[in-house]
């Protein structure tokens, strides 16, 4: 069981901490050349993440270089899809490929139901992490929100517009909610599973909220994200792990995101125009520095850093990370002076 002392979880717990803890959404990547040779070794990515072994590997890469003070599971947020027999696959210069993706109404009502045991893959990398981490480190489990798996699902593959999804939801409005549905009960499922292998923390990744207006935000993304939270809130083996949640530039305020009821938000890098005053003492917030800054000089990297930790000094409940996933051009002595910079100020 993780110690208690560890700031992460003060800061999750909305303690106010001279120094924010640390950590990086896809703080386990291609940057690192260590990851690089073991990425090399697999055809399909998520084949990769069926190997307990490896996850373990891979989320303990930042940990050593870093000394980072919290470990995320390295896995991907489709499996869920995958397991509901959507045949995921990573191509090259792609990325994710569906071979079975939602085309119909009646593909919704057909989908294969979502069974916990087909990811045990999942759960067994969550407990080789646990067991290898420091006991202050804290691990943190997470899955896609309902909405960012249904779009990728109905797509077919990533897609700058989601074109086909959205149109969709116009012509199959309740299938739509029969999938966001099922996905949500899975979801549920999964974390529960990730907490009672030894997850201390989960995070949402509601990566494509900045696809739907406000009104449809609202409807199809945060009504479900918050059903989501109130069955984990709601459950004996899940009820006290903090929930984080990264909405990707959703059109709707902060406020509105909060009445989630997760213990965090997690800000992308261009939410800066914010009324702290609002959610202070309510909720935790995680960010947003722009990945793109850490391919800048080290001047650069230590003015924008000032800003933000100027922003948030004395926040009841800061955590530092990047406003999106570190990007694969990016060189890890910049995330090691990064580190070192906010950790010396």
Same mark, same amino acid.
């Given at each position: 069981?993780?110690?208690?002392?560890?700031?992460?979880?003060?800061?999750?717990?909305?303690?106010?901490?001279?120094?924010?803890?640390?950590?990086?959404?896809?703080?386990?990547?291609?940057?690192?050349?260590?990851?690089?040779?073991?990425?090399?070794?697999?055809?399909?990515?998520?084949?990769?993440?069926?190997?307990?072994?490896?996850?373990?590997?891979?989320?303990?890469?930042?940990?050593?270089?870093?000394?980072?003070?919290?470990?995320?599971?390295?896995?991907?947020?489709?499996?869920?899809?995958?397991?509901?027999?959507?045949?995921?696959?990573?191509?090259?210069?792609?990325?994710?490929?569906?071979?079975?993706?939602?085309?119909?109404?009646?593909?919704?009502?057909?989908?294969?139901?979502?069974?916990?045991?087909?990811?045990?893959?999942?759960?067994?990398?969550?407990?080789?992490?646990?067991? *290898?981490?420091? #006991?202050? +480190? @804290?691990? !943190?489990? %997470?899955?896609?929100? =309902?909405?960012?798996?249904?779009?990728?699902?109905?797509?077919?593959?990533?897609?700058?517009?989601?074109?086909?999804?959205?149109?969709?939801?116009?012509?199959?409005?309740?299938?739509?909610?029969?999938?966001?549905?099922?996905?949500?009960?899975?979801?549920?499922?999964?974390?529960?599973?990730?907490?009672?292998?030894?997850?201390?923390?989960?995070?949402?990744?509601?990566?494509?909220?900045?696809?739907?207006?406000?009104?449809?935000?609202?409807?199809?993304?945060?009504?479900?994200?918050?059903?989501?939270?109130?069955?984990?809130?709601?459950? *004996?083996?899940? #009820?006290? +792990? @903090?929930? !984080?949640? %990264?909405?990707?530039? =959703?059109?709707?305020?902060?406020?509105?995101?909060?009445?989630?009821?997760?213990?965090?938000?997690?800000?992308?890098?261009?939410?800066?125009?914010?009324?702290?005053?609002?959610?202070?003492?309510?909720?935790?917030?995680?960010?947003?520095?722009?990945?793109?800054?850490?391919?800048?000089?080290?001047?650069?990297?230590?003015?924008?850093?000032?800003?933000?930790?100027?922003?948030?000094?004395?926040?009841?409940?800061?955590?530092?990370?990047?406003?999106?996933?570190?990007?694969?051009?990016?060189?890890?002595?910049?995330?090691?002076?990064?580190?070192?910079?906010?950790?010396? +100020?």
């Amino acid at each position: 069981m993780i110690e208690r002392e560890s700031i992460f979880l003060k800061a999750l717990n909305k303690e106010t901490l001279p120094i924010p803890p640390i950590w990086y959404m896809r703080q386990a990547g291609r940057y690192m050349p260590e990851y690089r040779a073991v990425r090399k070794k697999f055809k399909n990515f998520l084949d990769m993440c069926k190997e307990p072994d490896v996850c373990c590997e891979l989320a303990l890469q930042p940990i050593n270089a870093f000394e980072l003070d919290s470990a995320i599971l390295f896995s991907d947020i489709l499996t869920i899809p995958d397991a509901m027999g959507l045949d995921v696959k990573f191509l090259e210069g792609e990325g994710p490929v569906f071979g079975n993706p939602i085309k119909t109404a009646k593909d919704v009502l057909n989908i294969k139901p979502f069974d916990s045991d087909s990811l045990s893959y999942v759960y067994k990398a969550v407990g080789n992490i646990r067991s *290898a981490l420091p #006991k202050h +480190i @804290p691990l !943190i489990g %997470f899955c896609g929100s =309902p909405w960012t798996l249904a779009a990728y699902s109905i797509e077919g593959k990533s897609s700058k517009d989601f074109l086909f999804t959205r149109n969709f939801l116009k012509e199959n409005d309740d299938e739509a909610h029969i999938f966001l549905n099922k996905l949500t009960d899975a979801c549920f499922e999964y974390l529960k599973r990730q907490i009672e292998a030894g997850a201390d923390v989960i995070q949402i990744f509601d990566s494509w909220a900045n696809l739907l207006t406000e009104d449809d935000y609202k409807v199809y993304s945060l009504k479900y994200i918050t059903t989501l939270i109130g069955l984990l809130k709601n459950d *004996a083996v899940t #009820k006290n +792990i @903090p929930i !984080i949640l %990264f909405s990707r530039e =959703p059109k709707v305020q902060l406020k509105t995101i909060m009445t989630s009821q997760s213990d965090c938000l997690s800000l992308y890098w261009s939410m800066n125009d914010i009324d702290l005053n609002e959610v202070k003492n309510k909720v935790a917030i995680q960010g947003n520095l722009n990945p793109e800054i850490l391919l800048e000089s080290n001047e650069v990297i230590k003015q924008e850093t000032l800003k933000i930790l100027q922003k948030f000094k004395n926040y009841p409940g800061y955590i530092f990370n990047l406003g999106h996933g570190i990007t694969p051009n990016i060189n890890p002595d910049k995330v090691k002076f990064l580190t070192d910079l906010i950790r010396s +100020i």
